[in-house]
């Protein structure tokens, strides 16, 4: 379906491709559209939900300036999938088990991390001179990286929240794996320091914006190539995450399942991210803030919950999403209300059947915490088409 509802009033229009979007998202959306370098539009898609300063599902484009929290403190969070030569027969609930507690043990969950003689130095190595560059320039981000520090033993891990690594099968049988994480608390360190950055730079300038977290760098000024700079080193480093982790869940599933090869492209996609793009007649800066790119004939994947289906997609180039496209369910409520609203009962009745952990902890990821992802597949039928359908058997969480 096309665009669903247009915002104007508060500076150029929002184009919302879903008729599900609360008040505080609007007017969350309408801030963004009121300021001063916003090209053309700002486009929301049909996941859109409430974030920090920007909207999650929202695509900006700017000229001559771009806002750190924006793109926020996840930099490079994405999705990373691949066909295996497996089919679903191959498996069984023994076999399945044998691989969640594999994954457990080789992948790294939450705030842990690679122990020193584990960790993916090699992997790692092309990083170290570009982090070096960026301390040398600003001394005082190792302050902020504090326990974060370890970034080499960080890479390879997944994190925590809605991170997950998920062995699927699609609509033929096929086995896929598939994995969301981004740049660890390395990135996070980065985002944090250059967000406080951007808000005393507005601050000092006296620059009034209708939200704080909306604080940007203008393209020349004294921050503005630094922390283009940091952008791109934690992108590299999440996408070389996502890589290093699927090794190591392939490697893992080699240990319990009959040999396979992984068939097909590997999709690697970031999801929270900045790129220099050119959209109706200039080049620009677009934040993609929870959205995938969707050229013509780019592959994405958008995912569901822990207990639906998710899809790997081909986009369609629509320029009016510029080019983009849902990167999930999107959440429908908040972790401490979808705590409060289910129990463990309501969370292995939502995940029957697929291999995962049904305590307590991870109530807050119950599916119905989240949007209904074919209702977003349906609202941006212009956007991308579905390649394949999966359904996970496996999934472990961050």
């Known amino acids: 379906m096309p665009v669903h509802q247009v915002l104007s009033g508060a500076g150029l229009p929002v184009k919302i491709w879903t008729d599900d979007v609360d008040e505080a998202?609007?007017?969350?959306?309408?801030?963004?559209?009121?300021?001063?370098?916003?090209?053309?539009?700002?486009?929301?898609?049909?996941d859109v939900h409430l974030g920090i300063g920007a909207t999650i599902g929202s695509v900006i484009a700017t000229r001559g300036a771009v806002v750190p929290a924006a793109v926020g403190v996840d930099i490079g969070c994405g999705m990373?999938?691949?066909?295996?030569?497996?089919?679903?027969?191959?498996?069984?609930?023994?076999?399945?088990?044998?691989?969640?507690?594999?994954?457990?043990?080789?992948?790294?969950?939450?705030?842990?991390?690679?122990?020193?003689?584990?960790?993916?130095?090699?992997?790692?190595r092309p990083f170290e001179a570009g982090l070096k560059a960026m301390t040398q320039k600003h001394p005082q981000l190792?302050?902020?990286?504090?326990?974060?520090?370890?970034?080499?033993?960080?890479?390879?891990?997944?994190?925590?929240?809605?991170?997950f690594i998920e062995v699927c099968l699609d609509?033929?049988?096929?086995?896929?794996?598939?994995?969301?994480?981004?740049?660890?608390?390395?990135?996070?360190?980065?985002?944090?320091?250059f967000i406080e950055l951007a808000r005393q730079d507005i601050e000092r300038r006296q620059i009034h914006l209708p939200d704080r977290d909306l604080a940007y760098f203008a393209e020349?000024?004294?921050?503005?190539?630094?922390?283009?700079?940091?952008?791109?080193?934690?992108?590299?480093?999440?996408?070389?995450?996502r890589e290093c982790m699927l090794q190591l869940v392939l490697a893992g599933l080699a240990r319990h399942l009959?040999?396979?090869?992984?068939?097909?492209?590997?999709?690697?996609?970031?999801?929270?991210?900045?790129?220099?793009?050119?959209?109706?007649?200039a080049d620009v800066w677009v934040t993609r803030k929870g959205a995938i790119r969707a050229r013509a004939g780019d592959m994405g994947i958008v995912p569901g919950s822990m207990g639906t289906r998710s899809y790997i997609v081909r986009g369609k180039g629509n320029p009016e999403s510029f080019e983009s496209s849902a990167h999930g369910a999107g959440r429908r409520m908040s972790r401490n209300a979808a705590a409060r609203a289910f129990a463990e009962a309501d969370l292995r009745?939502?995940?029957?059947?697929?291999?995962?952990r049904k305590d307590k902890g991870v109530i807050d990821e119950i599916p119905a915490a989240y949007k209904d992802i074919d209702a977003v597949m349906e609202n941006q039928k212009d956007l991308t088409e579905i390649v394949h359908t999966l359904k996970q058997v496996v999934c472990v969480k961050g």
């Open 25 to 46: 998202s609007r007017r969350q959306l309408a801030n963004l559209a009121s300021l001063p370098f916003i090209h053309h539009h700002v486009a929301a898609m049909p």
């Open 80 to 124: 990373v999938a691949c066909r295996l030569s497996l089919a679903a027969e191959q498996l069984d609930e023994r076999r399945l088990q044998r691989v969640f507690d594999q994954i457990s043990r080789d992948v790294p969950v939450g705030k842990a991390q690679h122990a020193d003689d584990r960790a993916l130095t090699g992997a790692a």
């Open 142 to 163: 190792l302050k902020t990286f504090g326990k974060f520090s370890k970034w080499v033993n960080q890479l390879g891990t997944l994190g925590g929240g809605n991170h």
């Open 171 to 193: 609509e033929s049988g096929q086995v896929w794996v598939m994995l969301h994480s981004g740049s660890r608390g390395i990135g996070n360190a980065l985002a944090s320091y």
């Open 220 to 241: 020349g000024s004294e921050h503005f190539a630094d922390y283009v700079a940091a952008v791109h080193w934690a992108q590299e480093y999440a996408y070389a995450n």
């Open 258 to 281: 009959p040999p396979f090869a992984v068939t097909g492209e590997v999709v690697n996609c970031h999801h929270n991210y900045l790129a220099r793009e050119h959209h109706y007649g």
């Open 349 to 356: 009745r939502q995940t029957e059947g697929v291999v995962c």
